[in-house]
């Protein structure tokens, strides 16, 4: 693997050193006539003989504590097979290479947070029964204006460190041409056309999981870390996923409880969420509030450039949005500023959705950079003051 600096010119392009030696080949699809055609097999397709279907229950609120589970009702319910919660290895969120969730725990990170999953024998079953689980939870604190939480200016999170050279204060205030604005972007979802699906079953003490997931490889040993068990017991199959967009990179919560289900009543099982869970289970991508500061002298050349954003995460997550990644290759300026604040909110957890950081970073970026260019020779305008410039910056 090539190593590159992101925060330095380079020439020639990135690309031009690759070496897998596919750039520019006609490559066969081998599995697109499977997918036009229809016989593709995804997660959920296919049946295991004695297969049983599985729903989640959530928390029906967004903080707090849980103080007990009423599954009665439920198991009452004809064609249910078991009601399972309080196992240990039950996880509260999705997982990953680089980070567990917490597992046997009370306290509630999100509205939704999976708690206990029926088993049935048909999915309307497994979904009836879900909804007749109640589960009694002491009040929390809310906090879900992101606006409203105090901003930490040094989150311990996070793989991109933060960028400060020279005095882009100094520079911004002596400078012939200047412009500061701040931009927002919306949460993200990745709800891709296939929904988050698993069917799993044991055989021989060994693990099957059939799962949507885009990282096969670290699936396994994350499923294996998650389960206690050995990695060589766990085999995950993606023949096919019906998109991804970053959201099925980690194990989500529903892979790790089928596969627990799957061991209690002694049968596969396979579980799909639903799209209102998806939008509780999965990671997003997190709003981003962006102020982006350009500094150039009278000839519009930059002298200085600053992108500082502010991201949300819940308590438990261990990702922050690297905003600025895609800004730190792109334009000149000796003064640089380029950094990521974190809020903590009881909101589902953020994530990596497809080009994190890039996504809505460079978003920001090109707009700072598009006004002032449609400004031509006129006045810039900002929140924080205005100047005038006589051609674009570059």
């Given at each position: 693997?090539?190593?590159?600096?992101?925060?330095?010119?380079?020439?020639?392009?990135?690309?031009?050193?690759?070496?897998?030696?596919?750039?520019?080949?006609?490559l066969?699809r081998i599995?697109g006539?499977?997918k036009v055609?229809?016989?593709?097999?995804?997660a959920?397709?296919?049946?295991p003989?004695r297969i049983?279907?599985?729903a989640i229950?959530?928390?029906?609120v967004g903080?707090?504590?849980?103080?007990g589970i009423?599954?009665s009702?439920?198991?009452a319910?004809?064609?249910?097979?078991?009601?399972?919660?309080?196992?240990a290895?039950?996880?509260?969120?999705?997982?990953n290479?680089?980070?567990?969730?917490?597992?046997?725990?009370d306290v509630i990170?999100?509205?939704?947070?999976?708690?206990?999953i029926?088993v049935?024998?048909?999915q309307?079953?497994?979904r009836?029964?879900a909804a007749?689980v109640?589960?009694?939870?002491?009040?929390?604190?809310?906090?879900?204006?992101?606006?409203?939480?105090?901003v930490?200016?040094k989150?311990?999170?996070?793989?991109?460190?933060?960028?400060d050279n020279?005095?882009l204060?100094?520079?911004m205030?002596?400078a012939?041409?200047t412009?500061?604005?701040?931009?927002?972007?919306?949460v993200h979802f990745?709800?891709?056309?296939?929904?988050?699906?698993?069917?799993?079953?044991?055989?021989?003490?060994k693990?099957t999981?059939?799962?949507s997931?885009?990282v096969?490889?670290?699936?396994?040993?994350?499923?294996?870390k998650?389960?206690?068990?050995d990695?060589?017991?766990?085999r995950?199959?993606?023949?096919?996923?019906g998109?991804?967009f970053?959201?099925?990179?980690?194990?989500?919560?529903?892979a790790?409880?089928?596969?627990?289900a799957?061991?209690?009543?002694g049968?596969?099982?396979?579980i799909?969420?639903?799209?209102?869970?998806?939008?509780?289970?999965v990671?997003?991508?997190?709003?981003?509030?962006?102020?982006?500061?350009?500094?150039?002298d009278k000839?519009?050349?930059?002298?200085?450039?600053?992108?500082e954003?502010v991201?949300?995460q819940n308590d438990?997550?261990e990702?922050?949005?690297?905003?600025?990644?895609?800004?730190?290759?792109l334009?000149?300026?000796e003064?640089r500023?380029f950094k990521?604040?974190?809020?903590r909110?009881d909101?589902?957890?953020?994530?990596?959705?497809?080009?994190?950081g890039?996504a809505?970073g460079?978003?920001?970026?090109e707009?700072a950079?598009?006004?002032?260019g449609r400004?031509?020779?006129g006045?810039?305008?900002?929140?924080?003051?205005?100047?005038?410039?006589?051609r674009?910056?570059?």
């Amino acid at each position: 693997m090539n190593e590159h600096v992101m925060d330095a010119a380079f020439r020639p392009a990135g690309l031009g050193r690759a070496k897998q030696g596919v750039l520019g080949l006609g490559l066969d699809r081998i599995e697109g006539p499977a997918k036009v055609t229809g016989v593709a097999d995804y997660a959920y397709e296919g049946t295991p003989e004695r297969i049983a279907y599985a729903a989640i229950v959530g928390t029906p609120v967004g903080s707090g504590r849980i103080l007990g589970i009423d599954v009665s009702a439920a198991e009452a319910l004809p064609g249910v097979i078991a009601v399972l919660h309080g196992d240990a290895r039950m996880p509260a969120g999705e997982s990953n290479s680089r980070a567990m969730p917490l597992f046997d725990t009370d306290v509630i990170l999100h509205l939704g947070q999976p708690v206990a999953i029926v088993v049935a024998e048909d999915q309307a079953i497994a979904r009836d029964a879900a909804a007749l689980v109640v589960v009694r939870t002491e009040e929390g604190k809310d906090r879900f204006d992101v606006a409203a939480q105090p901003v930490d200016t040094k989150p311990e999170i996070g793989f991109l460190a933060p960028v400060d050279n020279g005095d882009l204060d100094a520079v911004m205030a002596d400078a012939a041409v200047t412009f500061d604005r701040t931009y927002t972007t919306p949460v993200h979802f990745p709800a891709a056309l296939e929904p988050h699906a698993t069917t799993a079953w044991w055989e021989d003490g060994k693990l099957t999981v059939r799962t949507s997931n885009q990282v096969i490889g670290g699936a396994r040993k994350t499923i294996a870390k998650a389960l206690k068990i050995d990695a060589d017991s766990v085999r995950v199959l993606a023949p096919y996923v019906g998109g991804g967009f970053g959201g099925k990179t980690g194990v989500g919560a529903e892979a790790i409880l089928a596969a627990i289900a799957a061991e209690v009543v002694g049968r596969p099982v396979k579980i799909a969420l639903p799209r209102r869970q998806t939008a509780y289970m999965v990671h997003h991508r997190s709003h981003t509030t962006q102020r982006i500061r350009i500094a150039a002298d009278k000839d519009g050349v930059i002298l200085a450039m600053g992108h500082e954003s502010v991201v949300a995460q819940n308590d438990d997550g261990e990702f922050l949005e690297p905003v600025p990644f895609g800004t730190l290759p792109l334009y000149r300026g000796e003064a640089r500023r380029f950094k990521t604040d974190l809020v903590r909110v009881d909101l589902p957890a953020s994530g990596a959705v497809r080009a994190p950081g890039e996504a809505v970073g460079t978003f920001g970026v090109e707009c700072a950079m598009d006004e002032p260019g449609r400004a031509g020779s006129g006045s810039i305008r900002s929140s924080c003051g205005g100047a005038t410039s006589p051609r674009p910056i570059r």
